[in-house]
């Protein structure tokens, strides 16, 4: 899955869902609730999201990812896994990926070195991700004070 591809509205049952920056409240709620105030810890502020029809496409995108000179992973966390307790995102499922971008491309653009989250999604999971379904899992999130 190339960025121009999916910039053209697909990349065969790949799709951008455009993703927000991450709001200030939220942030801070989170450097407080999960950080212990350390907001060096936040990996995800700036993030996109890909929507998949298929767990392989979707691990597909992983491997050219991780193939990808210009991008350094530093962390994966899968909660498709079955060892992903499912009760803490409510059995929301996704794939994130917190990486920099690298090399002299980035450095060029400025943001060589900074952290970014890319999600990776099923379209099943993704409808779950409604306003009132997103509000259902902020409210079981504060409930858990996370």
Not at 6 to 27: P, S
Not at 31 to 53: E, H, K, N, P, T
């Amino acid at each position: 899955v190339r960025a121009a591809e999916l910039k053209e509205g697909g990349a065969g049952d790949a799709q951008v869902a455009w993703a927000r920056i991450k709001g200030t409240d939220r942030a801070v709620e989170k450097v407080i609730r999960c950080y212990d105030g350390d907001a060096s810890c936040l990996a995800d502020v700036v993030r996109q999201l890909i929507v998949f029809d298929s767990l392989g496409s979707l691990a597909d995108c992983l491997a050219a990812v991780a193939a990808d000179g210009a991008a350094a992973i530093l962390r994966v966390k899968n909660r498709y896994s079955h060892d992903h307790p499912s009760h803490e995102t409510a059995g929301y499922r996704d794939v994130l990926v917190n990486l920099e971008l690298v090399g002299d491309a980035a450095e060029a653009a400025g943001v060589a070195g900074r952290g970014c989250e890319l999600q990776l999604v099923l379209r099943s999971f993704h409808r779950l991700r409604s306003a009132s379904g997103h509000r259902r899992y902020v409210a079981y999130r504060n409930a858990l004070a996370r």
